[in-house]
Nanobody, 119 residues
């Protein structure tokens, strides 16, 4: 199983930008399908941005389309989430996750990083 560590969260104001990073150890990320998820207090975890199996194109939640961008640097074994024009409703713990072709769902998760957006 791959180990994932997120970083880059913090407290920002509405309209600011943040870039989250997810670095993997133990395995090479290039063979995994990667995604970013988030969970706000009192809410269920939701998908934010997920690569398709091609690893090139990605799907986004409607709430973040045009503002967030997922990318990957296989040489650095790292996946990023660029978040622009942040809104208070983006406040959540953000998790990255990895899925192998042998799994039905994302099986490896990071510990999460807190993003707080003040109005």
């Amino acid at each position: 199983q791959v180990q994932l560590v997120e970083s880059g969260g913090g407290l920002v104001q509405a309209g600011d930008s943040l870039r989250l990073s997810c670095t993997a150890s133990g395995r090479t990320l290039s063979s995994y399908r990667m995604g970013w998820f988030r969970q706000a207090p009192g809410k269920e975890r939701e998908s934010v941005a997920v690569f398709y199996w091609s690893g090139v194109t990605a799907g986004y939640a409607d709430s973040v389309k045009g503002r967030f961008t997922i990318s990957r640097d296989n040489a650095k074994n790292t996946v990023y989430l660029q978040m622009n024009s942040l809104k208070p409703e983006d406040t959540a713990v953000y998790y990255c996750a990895a899925q192998t072709r042998g799994e039905l769902d994302f099986g490896s998760w990071g510990q999460g990083t807190q993003v707080t957006v003040s109005s």
